[in-house]
Nanobody, 126 residues
Framework: QVQLIESGGGLVQAGGSLRLSCAASGRTFSDYAMGWFRQAPGLEREFVAAISWTGGSTDYADSVKGRFSISRDNAKNTVYLQMNSLKPEDTAVYYC???????????????????WGQGTQVTVSS
């Protein structure tokens, strides 16, 4: 498994931006497709975005399309989530996850992922 550590969360006003980072260690980072999920209090963990191992393919939840952007730097073993035009409903703990899937088709469920970070809190005030 790969070890994952998220950072970059915080408190931001509605309409603001944050960039989350997820640093990986322990295995070859480029062997993994990566995803971001989030979980609000009392709700299930939900898919946000995914990126293929090359970075050439991405997928987003409808709720964040056009506002969030996922990217990766395999030289730095890091995946990013740029979040713009944030809304109060984006408030959640954000988790990055790694999967050995060679495609990001179907990797929108938590069961598709092998490794998880500890999460970082994002709070958007109205």
């Amino acid at each position: 498994q790969v070890q994952l550590i998220e950072s970059g969360g915080g408190l931001v006003q509605a309409g603001g931006s944050l960039r989350l980072s997820c640093a990986a260690s322990g295995r070859t980072f480029s062997d993994y497709a990566m995803g971001w999920f989030r979980q609000a209090p009392g709700l299930e963990r939900e898919f946000v975005a995914a990126i293929s191992w090359t970075g050439g393919s991405t997928d987003y939840a409808d709720s964040v399309k056009g506002r969030f952007s996922i990217s990766r730097d395999n030289a730095k073993n890091t995946v990013y989530l740029q979040m713009n035009s944030l809304k109060p409903e984006d408030t959640a703990v954000y988790y990055c996850a790694a999967t050995t899937s060679r495609t990001i088709v179907g990797v929108t469920t938590t069961t598709a992922y092998d490794s998880w970070g500890q999460g970082t809190q994002v709070t958007v005030s109205s």
